[in-house]
């Protein structure tokens, strides 16, 4: 399944911005992207456990809805820089139907070219994507059992 | 003078406190030290979590595999038995290094986590039960707290905590008041893995003796940073590990005094244990043997022998005293900068210093840390009842060792105040 390039904008964005980077400058990149997702208001009653993804060094909630078939994810951390990579992977990989999400692969979150900034982060956004195809197929299952309960 | 050179002086000045402990050649030592993070000569801050290994301990691991490797214990061969005497002699080194009656006295395992699970689920299956306590201190590592709670829940023994202050002091008095007739086991850190704080172990071990209770203590952190003399202490176990006196990972040792150590039951069955096996009926060998089931980890027992040489060579007076330069200075800097809240101020400490930025997430800063080079641990190190106890989620802590130095302190100071130009 390939997801359709146009879809895709947002990531390619990062990936050409991250490209032209030397490693500082990326780290400081990254905090600033922090920064600005703090002026986007972020429910703050979704930052409860039912939201929380579990397995970070700081805390991330992601929230998760289905608007006309596409997946929508906003995400939120206590840390800045985890706020900043957090809103790379929602801004990157939100719009998608449930397989076009499914087909994101741990290549493409390494194709961010943030491996530099230490494995850690690394490792946290490849958990973010698994998170948020969790997410996706548990909403489709959701909706299976709806449909088969009609 | 500008602020450069007045940092420059008073280093120079804390550089002079370390006369006679020549931090430079020490640092050649360890290979690992002259490479470079991000660009930026690393500066190792993470010893409490793991030590770096000094050449010593890594040529001799290697020489033991390229030349002298095959099972002990067991061989009828020439290699078993020199490798056997070479093991067992390793015990003999740990048991001079904290001074304990015999060797016999040195059960080896694998970390001290093991080390404390061994003592709970052999003498505390044997001599606790349902209702007995066992008393920790606030500020212990997730070790010395979880085996005792699996034992809680398994035997119904009660946990009690012994409180500390604000600056991470143990409240003596109220240890006291937990040394109840139900009391049966102390177990507690010699020094605490995110404060530093060094607790008056002899006095804690006299207190609990006095009403006729034994005490463990995790020396995980204490036994890198000072001489240990356990039959000083009374301790009647004594746990570290090697990985953190600048050993391999993978041994740990349990020091138990020879009487205890008779009384109690084997912790895993297997070869090595055993003194006769058949089919109806096993006998199990004699401490220390009785408690080291299966190979043990001889390539370890190889380089913790060669770190505690190297260690017992520059003198562990000498690495106090150099490290109690380094914080000091550490206190100094952390304490000139309004907005570092720092946590662990007990008079007797180690060169751990635990902090948060105000106003920026511990892993914000420990991030701009790493991209100057500098290795920190971030979080709640294996310590979640601590944290709580603090009011915090999590700290930035920098564990020193015998081969840091002022000047990288200088590079930690400027790494925070860059942090706060970033995130402040």
Not at chain 1, 67 to 80: K, L, M, N, P, T
Not at chain 2, 149 to 174: F, W
Not at chain 2, 316 to 339: C, F, K, V
Request: hydrophobic fraction near 40%.
């Amino acid at each position: 399944m390939s997801i359709p390039a146009e879809k895709l904008t947002q990531y390619d964005e990062y990936v050409e911005a991250l490209d032209l980077l030397d490693e500082e400058s990326r780290f400081e990149y990254i905090i600033d992207i922090g920064k600005r997702a703090d002026k986007t208001p972020f429910p703050s009653d979704c930052m409860d456990d039912v939201h929380l993804m579990h397995g970070c060094m700081s805390k991330v909630w992601i929230v998760h809805e289905v608007v006309d078939g596409v997946h929508e994810f906003r995400g939120q951390s206590d840390a800045i820089i985890v706020k900043g990579l957090v809103s790379m992977m929602t801004g990157s990989f939100s719009g998608l139907t449930s397989d076009e999400l499914a087909a994101v692969t741990l290549d493409q979150v390494r194709g961010l070219n943030l491996g530099a900034l230490t494995m850690q982060r690394q490792v946290g956004m490849m958990a973010m994507l698994k998170h948020m195809q969790k997410l996706s197929q548990r909403a489709e299952n959701g909706a299976d059992r709806s449909a088969a309960a009609e | 003078m500008t602020d450069l050179a007045q940092d420059l002086a008073r280093a120079a000045k804390h550089h002079n406190l370390e006369a006679g402990f020549d931090v430079e050649r020490i640092r050649q030592d360890f290979p690992i030290l002259s490479r470079e993070v991000h660009g930026k000569p690393l500066v190792y801050f993470d010893s409490g979590a793991s030590a770096q290994k000094p050449r010593a301990v890594i040529d001799a691991m290697v020489e033991v595999m390229e030349n002298e490797y095959t099972n002990v214990h067991r061989g009828a061969h020439y290699l078993s038995q020199t490798l056997t005497d070479r093991y067992e002699g390793v015990r003999e080194t740990i048991a001079r290094f904290i001074n304990a009656g015999s060797e016999n006295e040195i059960v080896i395992t694998r970390n001290t986590t093991e080390a404390i699970n061994l003592v709970a689920a052999t003498y505390g299956r044997k001599f606790l039960s349902k209702g007995d306590g066992v008393v920790i201190s606030d500020m212990e590592h997730h070790a010395n707290i979880v085996p005792w709670q699996m034992l809680r829940d398994e035997i119904g023994i009660e946990l009690k905590i012994a409180p500390i202050d604000d600056r991470g002091v143990l409240d003596l008095d109220a240890y006291g008041d937990l040394l109840d007739q139900n009391t049966k086991l102390v177990a507690m850190t010699h020094c605490s893995n995110v404060l530093g704080t060094v607790v008056p172990a002899a006095e804690i071990v006299r207190m609990a003796h006095d009403r006729g209770i034994p005490v463990l203590l995790d020396g995980s952190q204490a036994v890198v940073h000072s001489k240990v003399d356990v039959q000083a202490l009374d301790a009647d176990f004594y746990v570290f590990t090697g990985h953190k006196l600048y050993g391999p990972t993978a041994i740990g040792v349990l020091y138990g005094k020879a009487e205890l150590l008779a009384q109690m039951p084997p912790y895993q069955g297997g070869g090595d244990m055993i003194a006769t096996v058949t089919y109806d009926k096993t006998t199990y060998a004699e401490p220390p043997y009785r408690f080291e089931a299966g190979t043990p980890p001889i390539i370890e027992a190889i380089g913790l022998g060669a770190a505690i040489d190297y260690v017992s060579a520059i003198g562990m007076d000498a690495i106090q005293t150099h490290e109690s330069a380094l914080l000091a200075y550490g206190m100094e800097r952390l304490g000139e900068m309004p907005d570092i809240k720092l946590f662990g101020t007990a008079p007797e400490k180690a060169a751990i210093f635990s902090f948060i930025q105000e106003g920026i997430h511990p892993f914000d800063t420990a991030a701009t840390l790493d991209r100057a080079g500098v290795a920190t641990r971030v979080g709640q190190h294996c310590a979640e009842p601590l944290m709580a106890r603090l009011g915090v989620d999590g700290t930035v802590r920098a564990s020193l060792a015998m081969y840091n130095t002022t000047a990288e302190i200088d590079v930690m100071i400027a790494a925070l105040e860059r942090a706060r130009a970033l995130f402040g």
